[in-house]
């Protein structure tokens, strides 16, 4: 395997489409890393809510305000839902009255049943490289290019002097960092969600617009799990 990168961040999604948390480091398993989109929320008819481009509604909107974390030390996993105002655990008798205010519609949270369909998708585990956000900001000097708009997983540093996309250019090859190795399965192509707002992140339209420009709508690259195992900021990440 050859020397690429390494790894500068790592994030995990309890609750999909919700705000994530970043690590220093991660247990990567069949479905990505440990404890990613565990969780979601469903309206009352029925429907999960999550920031999508067929269907922006407000309260899809509003989801993308709310934080989640997971605290695995002490007493097991608690899941806990940052609001605007304060930290709820799961287990709190007013948490579900908290969710209900803050999507602005009655839902529930409940344990996530799709991460088979991620798995049997090639998207258990979404990577972006530094050379690709350098890319973008490179077209739209002007753009806020945080990675938290992309929503990855692992964000590598491949140095200043890598290609533009790099990343794409190992589809179908092995990616190791740390113990955990990876498949890279297909470019990741982007959505209306890269333009909305979240945390200190202003709307910006021209952020997907930049994309499409620059490569065609693709931004970083979805990879399946072929060997689970711990992973951490400042790993070295090898391509096949």
Not at 118 to 129: F, L, T
């Amino acid at each position: 395997m050859k020397h690429a990168g390494v790894v500068s961040e790592l994030w995990r999604y309890p609750v999909a489409g919700l705000q994530g948390e970043s690590l220093r480091k991660a247990k990567i398993i069949e479905t990505g890393i440990s404890g990613d989109r565990a969780f979601h929320i469903r309206d009352e008819a029925g429907r999960i809510l999550g920031p999508v481009p067929q269907s922006t509604t407000p309260a899809e909107r509003s989801i993308l305000g709310l934080g989640a974390s997971i605290d695995e030390s002490g007493r097991g996993t608690v899941l806990k839902v940052v609001f605007e105002d304060e930290v709820a655990e799961l287990d709190r008798p007013d948490f579900s009255r908290k969710l209900d205010r803050a999507v602005g519609v009655p839902v529930r949270l409940e344990e996530s049943s799709l991460l088979a369909t991620r798995v049997k998708r090639g998207r258990a585990v979404h990577v972006i490289s530094n050379a690709s956000i350098r890319a973008l900001k490179r077209s739209y000097p002007e753009g806020d290019f945080d990675v938290r708009r992309f929503r990855p997983n692992m964000v590598l540093d491949l140095g200043n002097d890598a290609k533009d996309f790099a990343e794409e250019s190992w589809v179908g090859r092995s990616l190791r960092a740390g113990e955990a190795v990876l498949k890279v399965e297909k470019p990741n192509e982007r959505c209306t969600v890269t333009t909305l707002p979240q945390g200190s992140l202003l709307e910006d339209k021209r952020i997907l617009q930049t994309i499409v420009d620059a490569n065609g709508r693709n931004l970083g690259v979805m990879c399946s799990v072929e060997k689970a195992g711990a992973v951490g900021v400042g790993d070295s990440v090898f391509v096949d």
